[in-house]
């Protein structure tokens, strides 16, 4: 038995047949060299309706999970203690580093507690704690796994793994 899943659609095509070839003379000429109109089409793709098929394809209960070929991003950053400067210097490292490498990255250098933070992004988030002892929280947005980087390692780690998720 065929199972149908929710179908979306994402463009469409109209046969207009020669409403406006007629009135705009656009005519072509055949083998035996006698006029006809041109019989016309439309073709749509609507980009608000790829990005909300998107999201229904790819959601969680937390919201979004961008498909990496259409992410706004490539990789959060998230300084959760923006009074520490060591915080936002690691911080700025990094996004400075990725960008280098071509990244498209988005420090929320908003001022906001972590859970606001991570309930916004949810990403690589650089905590306190891991900072202390040269660590960097990486976390992967698709998959909910987290790995704990030395902080001078991080940007080859996040590049590594933006890279993967591309080819994919």
């Known amino acids: ?18 409403k406006y070839s007629e009135p705009l003379k656009a005519y072509y000429l055949d083998e ?22 998107a999201v ?30 060591e915080i936002l210097r690691v911080s700025e490292d990094i996004y400075q580093e990725l960008t280098r ?3 498209d990255v988005f420090m929320d250098d908003r001022t906001e507690r ?7 992004a949810d990403l690589i988030g650089i905590r306190e704690k891991n ?7 990486i976390k992967i947005r698709r998959t909910g ?4 980087v030395r902080a001078d390692e991080a940007v080859e780690g996040i590049a590594g793994i933006v890279s993967s998720n591309k080819a994919e």
């Open 1 to 18: 038995m065929l199972q149908m899943r929710g179908l979306i659609e994402i463009g469409n095509i109209f046969k207009l047949g020669t």
């Open 114 to 120: 972590a859970g606001v933070k991570f309930k916004d």
């Open 32 to 53: 035996k060299g006698k006029d006809h109109p041109l019989v016309m089409g439309s073709y749509g793709i609507g980009p608000a309706r790829i990005a909300a098929a």
């Open 131 to 137: 900072l202390k002892e040269g660590l960097v929280e």
């Open 56 to 85: 229904e394809q790819n959601n969680d209960e937390n919201g979004i999970i961008w498909p990496a070929s259409i992410a706004p991003f490539d990789v959060m950053i998230l300084p959760l203690k923006m009074n520490n400067a």
């Open 101 to 103: 490498k071509g990244l």
């Open 145 to 148: 796994e987290k790995k704990l």
